[in-house]
């Protein structure tokens, strides 16, 4: 079992910055990918971006040069730094981890909401 707690969503105004963490519990691994995921109104979710243990990172095109993933292997918790945020962010965002053989799990989400 893992569990994942959120944190770090709000309002904020278009070209602002939030950063998100979630902080993981339980059986977290060397092989486990950690992730944040997002899911707007009508839209499904979709990869935003994620981490292995070793730092190797991946992100959707869209935020690419905007965040940054980042992962304190120490504290079993990864953040997400979101930068130049735009109206088209807004959505739940949901922090993941994932583990072959084992499965994906998720936490509650937190809300993102950029708008003037």
């Known amino acids: 079992q893992v569990q994942l707690v959120e944190s770090g969503g709000g309002l904020v105004q278009p070209g602002g910055s939030l950063r998100l963490s979630c902080r993981a519990s339980?059986?977290?691994?060397?092989?486990?990918?950690m992730g944040w995921y997002r899911q707007a109104p009508g839209k499904q979710r979709e990869l935003v971006a994620s981490?292995?243990?070793?730092?190797?990172?991946n992100y959707t095109d869209s935020v690419k040069g905007r965040f940054t993933i980042s992962r304190d292997n120490a504290k079993n918790t990864v953040y997400l730094q979101m930068n130049s945020l735009k109206p088209e962010d807004t959505a739940v965002y949901y922090c993941?981890?994932?583990?072959?053989?084992?499965?994906?799990?998720w936490g509650q989400g937190t809300q993102v909401t950029v708008s003037s």
């Open positions: 993941s981890a994932r583990t072959v053989g084992v499965g994906v799990y």
């Open positions: 981490t292995t243990w070793g730092g190797i990172t």
């Open positions: 339980g059986n977290i691994f060397i092989s486990t990918i």
